[in-house]
């Protein structure tokens, strides 16, 4: 019979007819036997992993039953994906795994193997252990993950590890990382997760607020970084979608693992590209996806029907093992099929004939391990289908019962996990790297430029006060580690990480492979293993390459796990404009629109020498203390710029402020400094960046005419100072904002709204680069804003 089966019902009635019409065996295989000839799966295992499978299965039909009520609000399943569990059972349940949206199987039995672990009940190796009766259901961890799921769909509060605000499988104590990504944007963090398990055998454990959290319980509603748990052999499984076989991040982080194996950097990840033949509507070519993933240099391959249960699990242990031992990235390949449609409303006739359709069902992994059990007389035919129904009669009871929980009821909770600013530990975590400034190896502190120590050697410019800022941090804190291209043997394309790796090693401070995802993916997986990572990107323009890993990856993963992940990581990006001598778009990049759109981040930008360390400090210390992502853009301009008024004043350069130094080493986040020019109080000028010193000497000009001027450098663009910024500007009643960036979205709309929200009344002007990227030589010159621009905005607003 042919169907285009897109309704539950019918699913259901095919798998009964399927299953009624199997053949019994007069022998019955000893359960703890293999379940069948040649197989390392048991009857035992193969019984529990039915249930794993069954309570998935039963989940999307229960998903499919909300939402037609209006109930539930997410129906993506994982019918005909089942066979995942197999792979849960090869892998063990501290391996940390981050899981495509149809691994529902693996979630529930990954569920399952950590319960029997928990309780000490007898587990095969590598495999999921319980109850094999068939009249008593699903067991207490599959009913848990039965309910952790629907909480999901539901968009409950209560749910465990998103707490409603996505349906997402995760799970902090299962070692289930949560992931939202439908095109593969979790490989990159997946390969920094497995270099970082291998990089921390070679850092020292080290103590305070910057190391790693040791393995135990944690204070209630404490973050928790379960990298200290996962143990030095673990392997990494990430799981997705043969569509993403395609994406540009997903080929980064095949890339990055061949490239870093290639180079002798052991990388123990296990991708499982979870092979349906389609990306929504649009099939794979046929043979395409075992060409790209067999192809991969530096990947080992493997191939398995992922609806044939022992296969599947043979073939997923085999690989597991194969990581285990090497160390070496491998990729398992599983050919499944997507049951149901994509999701609740897509209607699959449009798109597919009825007879593929029919060849799908035909291949229903729960069927296929129907008949294996079947025919190893471990079940008969009524049993499968009792089984079935007590399984499914437990998850639509369990669905009944979210139905009645609480939903995130107003703006504060939905954004509760997103950024926790905690200053008052952040300037302790500054103060007791202090107390190690002043240590026994304080006389080491050398700033890397000269070997000369930073509070002897005189004045220094913002590269090199970022470098001696940098050294305190790999000295103070082991866990700390450098990293970008070209900033190890050649010091950065500016300078500014020179002579690091030379002080601390190869293992702290090295270079990556020319790829911004797959840098930022590194880091991602660092942070979230216990390293704090300092990656570089040379020009900010690169970092549009890859945003993604910040906006999509590294920003989401406290709000999706309510801060049981977090990612902290300080990101240095050379940017804006302003490059004397070596110019064009691409090295001169004005646009910071999409930094400042990422909710929860931290986008600081130090003008000069003075403030470089302190906010650098106060950075690495929020990502410690908060978890935070913190971006430090350095102005590629003010680099290497010593003076201020006139050639040889030095105004602009600074002595290094140590960690205990003014203020405690730190400024505190979303604090602006001002300046007061000329004894008047005529203007007040708002910037950060270039903007500073240009308004500095603009300021300077107009007090020679007899015009006060109050500079105001915000520092931070996320979050913006809003408080000075209403202070600052209610002193005066006329506000210029100097914006480098351009007119249209740029820093100055920010700080408008933040005036026109607090009910500024006095008088304001905004004066910008012009929107356009920025040309090659002199040309730029008539784009960017510029001093004399800045002096002629005053003289207009003070002439109103």
Known sequence: MLSDVTTPQDLDERFREAVAGLPGTAARRPSGGPVRDGSTLTGDQALELFDAQLTSRHLDLAARWLRSFGEGYYTVGSSGHEGNAAVAAALRPTDPALLHYRSGGFYCARAAQAGAAATGAPDPPGGVAGDDDPDDGIDEPLAAAARDVLRGVVASADEPIAGGRHKVFGNADLHVIPTTSTIGSHLPRAVGIGFAIERLRKLHTGTGPFARPGPGPRPAGADRTTGSDWPADA????????????HASATAAFNTAGWCDHGGLRIPVLFVCEDNGLGISVRSPHGWVAAALGSRPGIRYFA?????????????????????????????HLSTVRLMGHAGA????????????????????????????????????????????????????????????????????????????????????????????????????????????????????????????????LLDHPRTVVFGQDIAAKGGVHGVTKGLRDRFGPTRVFDTLLDETSLLGLGLGAGLAGILPVPEIQYLAYLHNAEDQLRGEAATMR???????????????????????????????????????????????????????????????????DGSVCVFLEPVGLYHTRDLYTEGDGEWLAHYVGPDGWAAGHVPIG???????????????????????????????????GIGSR??????????????????????????????????????????????????????????????????????????????????????????
């Open 304 to 332: 398995a029907d992922g609806c044939d249960l022992a296969q599947t699990y043979d073939v997923a242990r085999e690989a597991a093992d194969w990581v285990r031992r090497h160390r070496r990235p491998a990729v398992l």
């Open 711 to 800: 500079v105001v450098d915000l520092r931070w663009l996320a979050p913006l100072p809003t408080a000075d910024i209403i202070r600052e500007a209610s002193a005066t009643g006329r506000v210029l904002i100097v914006d480098e960036t351009r007119r249209s979205g740029g820093v100055g709309e920010g700080i408008i709204a933040a005036l026109v929200d607090a009910g500024y009344v006095g008088s304001a002007r905004r004066i910008a680069s012009v929107d356009t990227f920025i040309p090659l030589g002199p040309a730029a010159r008539h784009v960017l804003l510029t001093e004399d621009a800045i002096t002629q905005g005053a003289h207009t607003l003070l002439a109103r």
């Open 346 to 473: 897509d209607a699959e006739a449009a798109y597919r004939q009825p007879a593929e359709i029919d060849r799908d069902v035909a291949r229903d992994p729960l069927v296929g391990t129907a008949r294996l059990l079947a025919e190893a007389g471990l079940l008969t035919p009524d049993e499968l289908v009792a089984r079935y129904d007590e399984v499914g009669w437990q998850v639509r009871r369990i669905a009944e019962e979210v139905l009645t929980e609480p939903k995130l009821d107003s703006a504060a909770d939905v954004v509760a996990p997103l950024a926790p600013r905690r200053p008052v530990r952040v300037s302790r975590a500054v103060a007791d790297a202090a107390v190690r400034a002043a240590g026994p190896g304080a006389a080491a502190r050398a700033t890397t430029f000269g070997d000369r120590l930073p509070e002897e050697g005189g004045p220094l410019t913002l590269a090199q006060t970022v470098n001696a800022t940098l050294a305190d941090a």
């Open 235 to 246: 392997v990494v499984v990430c799981s997705f979608g043969d569509a993403s076989v395609n």
């Open 559 to 625: 709000f999706f796990s309510r801060g049981a992940y977090r990612n902290p990581m300080v990101l240095r990006v050379a940017g804006l404009a302003y490059q004397e001598g070596f110019g064009g778009h691409f090295h001169n990049d004005n646009s910071v629109a999409v930094l400042r759109d990422v909710p929860g981040i931290v986008l600081a930008v130090p003008a000069r020498a003075d403030d470089a360390a302190p906010m650098l400090r106060s950075c690495l210390a929020s990502a410690a203390v």
């Open 671 to 705: 604090r602006a400094r001002v300046y007061g020019v000329g004894s008047a109080e005529d203007i007040t000028i708002i910037t950060f960046g270039n903007g500073v010193r240009m308004s500095l000497r603009a300021a300077a000009r107009l007090a020679s005419e």
